[in-house]
């Protein structure tokens, strides 16, 4: 499965909207891209996933270039709650999960 | 509903000795997941459960660490003669048929003195 990159960490303020970028230049045509997220001491959540086309649900916004090289995942109003560890992961199958090291994400009042 | 519940929430052992974490997926869920967290990385796959067979394995360190799922539903982690590099955060995670989606455990905290 491709490889990702993300920034380590970012801030952001309560209420703004959050956008956290992913790179994926490797990714290949099977390949879906998933983030999850993870609340201090908590297992991963799943957040949203997209093979090429920009997907929303109720919890965030997914866009993926027109090259697939890169995504951003969009969280419209952040809260403190969203503060956590946020993982973008390439994967051509549902099972097998590549982690890394995802961004720490702050929300700041 | 329930979500996936692992027991137990806490383990310390002793180097050499065996251990076993249970996973207790939502009910209904075909597939089983298990993953290592180290601290401050993210989680890394060690087998996936397709009913009660281990359809992929290739994530277990070494023949120490064996996962069962006699039933298609509970699963124990068993890990014979610990090292301290065993110490980890051990997550569980389920899905049901066709579904992208993973759903994850609280975790076991593992400490081997």
């Known amino acids: 499965d491709a490889k990702t990159t993300q920034p380590p960490s970012m801030d952001c303020a309560e209420g703004r909207a959050a956008n956290l970028p992913c790179n994926h230049s490797t990714i290949s045509g099977n390949e879906y891209v998933y983030w999850y997220r993870q609340i201090h001491s908590q297992g991963p959540q799943y957040i949203i996933h997209?093979?090429?086309n920009n997907e929303t649900n109720e919890m965030a916004s997914l866009i993926i270039t027109e090259d697939r090289k890169s995504s951003t995942l969009i969280l419209p109003h952040a809260t403190l709650r969203d503060t956590a560890v946020y993982y973008c992961?390439?994967?051509?199958?549902?099972?097998?999960?590549?982690f890394g090291a995802g961004t720490t994400v702050t929300v700041r009042a | 509903g329930a979500g996936v519940s692992q027991t137990p929430s806490n383990k310390v052992t002793e180097k050499g000795k065996y251990v076993e974490l249970r996973c207790d997926p939502i009910?209904?869920?075909?597939?089983l997941y298990w993953y290592r967290q180290s601290l401050g990385q993210g989680p890394e796959f060690l087998i996936y459960?397709?009913?009660?067979?281990?359809?992929?394995d290739s994530g277990l360190p070494n023949d120490r660490f064996f996962a069962v799922r006699p039933e298609g539903s509970v699963s124990t982690l068993k890990i014979q003669r610990t090292e301290r590099g065993d110490s980890a955060v051990y997550l569980c995670a389920s899905s049901s048929q066709g579904s992208e989606t993973q759903y994850f455990g609280p975790g076991t905290r593992l400490l081997v003195l």
């Open positions: 009910s209904g869920h075909t597939a």
């Open positions: 992961i390439v994967a051509s199958n549902d099972y097998k999960l590549s």
């Open positions: 997209g093979l090429k």
């Open positions: 459960f397709q009913g009660t067979g281990a359809a992929d």
